[in-house]
T-cell receptor, first 119, second 115 residues
Framework: AQKITQTQPGMFVQEKEAVTLDCTYD???????LFWYKQPSSGEMIFLIY??????QNATEGRYSLNFQKARKSANLVISASQLGDSAMYFC????????????????FGQGTILTVHP | DVKVTQSSRYLVKRTGEKVFLECVQD?????MFWYRQDPGLGLRLIYF???????EKGDIPEGYSVSREKKERFSLILESASTNQTSMYLC??????????????FGPGTRLTVT
């Protein structure tokens, strides 16, 4: 079963508008972390934001916020005031808890969503 | 700044060749990872290493091997390259801690074409 699902292969948004990129996850581990990465056309992966399963508040980093709905197992990325430079591939990823000390920080990634910002 | 470098941005090899992809990080990270990225499949873990000379298989290790002789360097080896190994290869590193909130740092990627 897919542990991380991103159902939107592509999204379009007008410059200065907000956009939500969807991510759902599947785990039975009570302790986990969720990450969003951005990959511009240059190919390098850029870390954007992190949400822990026990965090009470939704994570925010500048124009990025994470809409974390634990019961629904969703961790959607919200980008406010989109800019042309936001055009990129976006990946959601999960690290499950490491009670046994053997996960070594492995991440499981979703399929990605290509975001295009129109002027 | 953490820096992860990969030996080549673009590589073209012939079927059957032995291919080495090198990755170096400069932040004394214990963990290092090799992923391949294919359209519609996201990133899939090939191998990872949590210490020098230690390695673990990821989700798709078939056709690949790895080497970690020094802490800063993690090599991915394609013993006999095949056309289905044409892909983008990404290396990453992270601190080894019993915590879940540390991110992985990625290199720029190597786009490998096997003809």
């Amino acid at each position: 079963a897919q542990k991380i699902t991103q159902t939107q292969p592509g999204m379009f948004v007008q410059e200065k508008e907000a956009v939500t990129l969807d991510c759902t996850y599947d785990t039975s581990d009570p302790s986990y972390g969720l990450f969003w990465y951005k990959q511009p056309s240059s190919g390098e992966m850029i870390f954007l934001i992190y949400q822990g399963s026990y965090d009470q508040q939704n994570a925010t980093e500048g124009r990025y916020s994470l809409n974390f709905q634990k019961a629904r197992k969703s961790a959607n990325l919200v980008i406010s005031a989109s800019q042309l430079g936001d055009s990129a591939m976006y990946f959601c990823a999960m690290r499950e808890g490491d009670a046994g000390g053997t996960s070594y920080g492995k991440l499981t990634f979703g399929q990605g969503t290509i975001l295009t910002v129109h002027p | 700044d953490v820096k992860v470098t990969q030996s080549s941005r673009y590589l073209v090899k012939r079927t059957g060749e032995k291919v080495f992809l090198e990755c170096v990080q400069d932040m004394d990270h214990e963990n290092m990872f090799w992923y391949r990225q294919d359209p519609g499949l996201g990133l899939r873990l090939i191998y990872f290493s949590y210490d020098v000379k230690m390695k673990e298989k990821g989700d798709i290790p078939e056709g690949y091997s790895v080497s970690r002789e020094k802490k800063e360097r993690f090599s991915l080896i394609l013993e006999s390259a095949s056309t289905n190994q044409t892909s983008m290869y990404l290396c990453a590193s992270s601190i080894h801690r019993q915590k879940i909130d540390y991110e992985q740092y990625f290199g720029p990627g190597t786009r490998l074409t096997v003809t």
